[in-house]
C-alpha cells in the first residue's frame, strides 16, 4: 500500500533538525513503515524555502516535494520583494519545485489584514499561471472568498484547499474549477460529522491526503507534535467512512496526488 502526504511542514522541528539529521531519518523511517512513498513539503515564509529546497534535495528513501509559498497567517514576515525572489526560484528550480503554496486566505486570526492577504495570494495565483504549477490553498473560513477568485483567474494547473473544513456544496465547486480537498487529521474526530459527511460524499478522485504535521494532531494525539506516518490513520479513518477497503484508498489518492503534482 502506497501512502502520500501531500501538506507536511517537514522543515519544522521536532520533525528535522538542522544540527542533527538522524532526527529526519526517524521521521521518515517511520513514514516508511506506514507505506508513505511521497510527502509534499509546502514552504510558509521567503526565509524557510532555502530549507524547504536542501531538504528536498537530500537523497533519501521517501521522495521529498518542494512547494514554495507565501502563508497568510504569517503576513509580518512577508515583503514585496519576496515576490521576485519567489518568481526568480521558480525559474531556477523549473523542474524541481511543483506546487506554489502555502499560501490562501485565512479570516480567523486576529487583524486578518484582508487587503494584504489579497494582494499577496493574487500575486501568487499570476505565477502559477505562468508556470503552470497548483496551488496549495490555505482556507480557513474564506473558501467562498477563494471560489471566487479561483472563478476569475481559473489557473489551469489547479491544485488543491488543504485542511479542508468547508461545504459538500463548497468542495463540489472546487472540484468543479479543478480543485482537490485535503483531508487529515480533522476527519478522525467524530464530532466533525459534517466534515465527514463531505469526505464519504464527495469523488474519490477529488480527495488527496495529508497532515499538516507537526500541526492538526489526529485524535487520540491532542496536544502533542503530529508526524507525517500518520497519513496511514487518515487513509484508515477515511475508508471506513466511506465502507471501502483501505488499499482502495490508498490507491486513488496516491495516483490523485500524482497528477495534481506532476509526480513521476
Not at 61 to 84: K, N, R, S, T, W
Not at 112 to 117: A, K
Not at 210 to 234: I, K, Y
Amino acid at each position: 500500500m502506497e501512502l502520500i502526504d501531500t501538506h507536511c511542514h517537514l522543515d519544522f522541528e521536532p520533525l528535522s533538525d538542522l544540527s542533527n539529521m538522524s532526527t529526519l531519518d526517524h521521521t521518515l523511517g517511520l513514514a516508511k513503515a506506514e507505506g508513505v512513498s511521497t510527502i509534499v513539503l509546502p514552504a510558509v515564509t521567503a526565509s524557510r524555502w532555502s530549507r524547504v529546497l536542501d531538504l528536498c534535495s537530500l537523497n533519501t528513501e521517501i521522495q521529498l516535494i518542494p512547494a514554495l509559498g507565501l502563508h497568510p497567517c504569517f503576513l509580518d514576515d512577508h515583503a514585496d520583494q519576496d515576490l521576485l525572489h519567489l518568481e526568480s526560484l521558480l525559474t531556477t528550480y523549473k523542474y524541481t519545485v511543483k506546487a506554489i503554496g502555502e499560501t490562501g486566505l485565512d479570516l480567523f486570526i486576529e487583524n486578518p489584514r484582508i487587503n494584504r492577504q489579497l494582494e499577496l495570494l493574487n500575486k501568487q495565483i499570476e505565477l502559477a499561471i505562468a508556470f503552470d504549477l497548483p496551488l496549495i490553498l490555505h482556507g480557513r473560513r474564506s473558501v467562498d472568498q477563494l471560489l471566487k477568485l479561483l472563478r476569475r483567474a481559473r489557473p489551469q494547473a489547479g491544485g488543491v484547499v488543504h485542511a479542508f473544513s468547508g461545504s459538500e456544496q463548497q468542495a463540489a465547486q472546487l472540484w468543479e474549477l479543478g480543485f482537490h480537498i485535503g483531508l487529515g487529521g480533522s476527519i478522525t474526530y467524530e464530532r466533525a460529522q459534517r466534515l465527514r459527511r463531505v469526505a464519504a460524499s464527495v469523488p474519490l478522485e477529488s480527495i488527496l491526503l495529508e497532515t499538516d504535521a507537526p500541526d492538526m494532531p489526529l485524535c487520540g494525539f491532542q496536544g502533542e507534535p503530529n508526524w507525517p506516518h500518520r497519513v496511514s490513520v487518515v487513509a484508515r479513518t477515511l475508508a471506513n467512512i466511506r465502507g471501502v477497503d483501505v488499499e482502495q484508498i490508498a490507491a486513488q489518492t496516491t495516483a490523485n496526488a500524482r497528477r495534481t503534482f506532476a509526480l513521476s
